[in-house]
Structures are given as structure tokens and as C-alpha cells.
């Protein structure tokens, strides 16, 4: 049996803010799945993947997030990470003097002494052949892990360092917030590729994108549009073709009719 991350009636908001961003959030992703979550901007797709990691700027007013059945809103962000939730997008700032390779090992060690305070962590050997392995996976060329962190890296070298920790860290659930500023074609294309190469029957995948051109390279299962906080509407990947077609402003139109009506 896979895993599954569940979220129930999620309310949210900016922590010391008392209006509400996320009002109700069902989902339910599971291992081996990949959802896409989309809709117009400003709708709650960020605060979402941000509440998800533990963020400490947005608070939960109300619902519940569980993982295998236990409550991710309780665990620290690297508790989270170890129960098998991975947010892409959120690398560290450059290091000066640390290279990808080591910044990576030294993630896995971390892990691995916090679940056994006596381990050694992963001896290096095994490390490099990980390595060699997951790049070749993922069509990196093997010098890049020699790169230093962050360190003068183009857009698309930093979505490669992305996907390839999340290569190593092995999520059972990886959220993917595709910031919307800026991201070229080849960019998308290596997470594409990336969420392509890794999901499985051991890795589900919600991707998070305002854009409807991600889901020409990536083949959702299940698509979400989140509009006022809320999932408003679900679908098979038809749903994806519906909205490329349409735009947001159905769901806009739609939502205004369906709260005229509440209003009556
Ligand atoms: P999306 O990712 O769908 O574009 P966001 O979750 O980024 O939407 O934002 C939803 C709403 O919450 C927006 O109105 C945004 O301005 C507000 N918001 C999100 N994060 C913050 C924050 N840290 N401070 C203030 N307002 C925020
Ligand atoms: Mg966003």
C-alpha cells in the first residue's frame, strides 16, 4: 500500500493576518500519482505548498494535513522531509566553498543521523556510485556535481540542482511550485523530465503551475484548479485541455454565479 498525503478542510492565512487565504483545501495525493494543481494567480496555489513544508509565515486556522496517516502540521519542516514530503524550489542560498556533491551528501548524513544518532553516515563510495546513478537518470552531465552550490548558476542549472536533490533525497510525496516568474522553456523542460524520470510507483507528485503549456510535457493523472482558496473544480487530464482552451475566466464567472446563489 502507497502513501498517502491527505488534506482536509485546510484554512490558512498569513501568520498575524486575519484574512484568509486557504478556505477549505481537500486533496488527496498518493504515491505513484502525479496531481496538478493550477489556477489563476493570487488564487492560494503558493500558500498551499507553503503551509505544506511548515513555513513558519502562514498559520493554520482550521483542517489537517496527514501523511501515512500522521499529522504533518505537528512535524518540523526537516521532520517532514524525513517522513518523505520534498518542496522543490526552495535550495539554499549559494554556499562559497560547497559543492552540490558534498552539500547533497552532507543532506543525506543528516537524515540518516536523525533517525540513528550512531550512524556514520553514507560512506563516500556508495555516495558516488548514487550519484553517478541518479545523473545518468536524469541526463546530468557528471561534472555538475562538482559545481559549487548556486554559485553563478543559470535558471536551468538551478532547476537541475533541484530536480537532482530531489533524485537523492527519494520523497514519497514531492510538492513542485513552479514560481511563476521568469521560467523559460528549458527550464520547464528539466523539471518536466525530472517529475517524469522520478514519479513512479514509490514517488507521487503534486506540481503546482499557474501555466497550462507544464502539462504538455508532464502527464497529470488528476488536475485541481484552485480558485479563492478553494478547489473548485476536479478532473482527468481533460481538464487541463478545457482550461487551455478556456482560460481561468469560466471559474471566475462560475464562482461569482454559484455565490449569488449562496447569497439568496
Ligand atoms: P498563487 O500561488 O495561487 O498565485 P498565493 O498563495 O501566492 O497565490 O497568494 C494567495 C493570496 O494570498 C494573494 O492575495 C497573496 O497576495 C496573499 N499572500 C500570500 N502570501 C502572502 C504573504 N506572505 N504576505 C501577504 N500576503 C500573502
Ligand atoms: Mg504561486
Do not use: C
Request: proline share 5%; net charge negative; glycine share 10%.
Amino acid at each position: 500500500m502507497g502513501v498517502t498525503l491527505e488534506i482536509r478542510d485546510l484554512h490558512a492565512g498569513v501568520e498575524g493576518d486575519d484574512s484568509p487565504i486557504l478556505q477549505g483545501v481537500d486533496l488527496i495525493v498518493r504515491q505513484g500519482e502525479i496531481h496538478a494543481l493550477m489556477g489563476p494567480n493570487g488564487s492560494g496555489k503558493s500558500t498551499l505548498a507553503n503551509v505544506l513544508m511548515g513555513n513558519p509565515a502562514y498559520e493554520v486556522t482550521a483542517g489537517e494535513v496527514l501523511l501515512d496517516g500522521e499529522d504533518v502540521l505537528d512535524m518540523e519542516p526537516d521532520e517532514r522531509s524525513r517522513a518523505g514530503l520534498f518542496l522543490a524550489f526552495q535550495y539554499p542560498v549559494a554556499i562559497p566553498g560547497v559543492t552540490l556533491g558534498n552539500f547533497l551528501r552532507h543532506a543525506i548524513n543528516a537524515r540518516m543521523k536523525a533517525d540513528d544518532p550512531e550512524s556514520k553516515g553514507i560512506p563516500i563510495p556508495r555516495f558516488a556510485r548514487m550519484m553517478r546513478q541518479k545523473m545518468s537518470q536524469l541526463h546530468i552531465d557528471h561534472a555538475f556535481a562538482g559545481r559549487y552550490l548556486n554559485e553563478g548558476f543559470s535558471g536551468g542549472e538551478k532547476k537541475r540542482a533541484e530536480v537532482l536533490q530531489m533524485a537523492v533525497l527519494e520523497p514519497r510525496i514531492a510538492v513542485l511550485d513552479e514560481t511563476d516568474s521568469g521560467l523559460d522553456i528549458d527550464a520547464l523542460r528539466i523539471v518536466a523530465d525530472g517529475v517524469n524520470s522520478l514519479t513512479g510507483p514509490d514517488m507521487g507528485a503534486l506540481v503546482i503551475t499557474h501555466y497550462q503549456r507544464m502539462l504538455d510535457y508532464i502527464k497529470p493523472d488528476r488536475v485541481h484548479v484552485m480558485f479563492a482558496g478553494r478547489i473548485v473544480q476536479s478532473g482527468g487530464p481533460e481538464l487541463a485541455l478545457t482550461l487551455e482552451e478556456k482560460g481561468y475566466e469560466w471559474i471566475r464567472e462560475e464562482h461569482a454565479a454559484l455565490a449569488r446563489t449562496e447569497s439568496l
